[in-house]
Nanobody, 120 residues
Framework: QVQLVESGGGEVQAGESLRLSCAVS????????VAWYRQGLGKEREFVAR????????YYEDSVKGRFSISKDNSKNTVYLQMNSLKPEDTAIYYC?????????????WGQGTQVTVSS
């Protein structure tokens, strides 16, 4: 069974930092892409960042470039999202998702999310 568990969310002031963790079980992050998405209240879920299986290809949504950093620790099977210089508009539930291809069919597994609230 594949399980993703996010943690590290909380309430901070604008300009502060948080580090989110996504602990994965049932699959190895060393061989699969993992991404972070977020969904603000009343908004659609949006892409935030992605790290490829090798850990060398990183992708970011434009509004978080230079502030957020995605990384992973294969020994802990965990993916991180370091969020610096947080803004009120970063307030959302943050989800991690693991992607894999099985016989040419794309499969995604989502965590339950962790709330991030940034106050001005």
């Amino acid at each position: 069974q594949v399980q993703l568990v996010e943690s590290g969310g909380g309430e901070v002031q604008a300009g502060e930092s948080l580090r989110l963790s996504c602990a994965v079980s049932g699959r190895t992050v060393s061989s699969r892409d993992v991404a972070w998405y977020r969904q603000g209240l009343g908004k659609e879920r949006e892409f935030v960042a992605r790290i490829d299986a090798s850990g060398t290809l990183l992708y970011y949504e434009d509004s978080v470039k230079g502030r957020f950093s995605i990384s992973k620790d294969n020994s802990k099977n965990t993916v991180y999202l370091q969020m610096n210089s947080l803004k009120p508009e970063d307030t959302a539930i943050y989800y991690c998702v693991l992607h894999e291809m099985i016989q040419y069919v794309s499969q995604s597994y989502w965590g339950q999310g962790t709330q991030v609230t940034v106050s001005s």
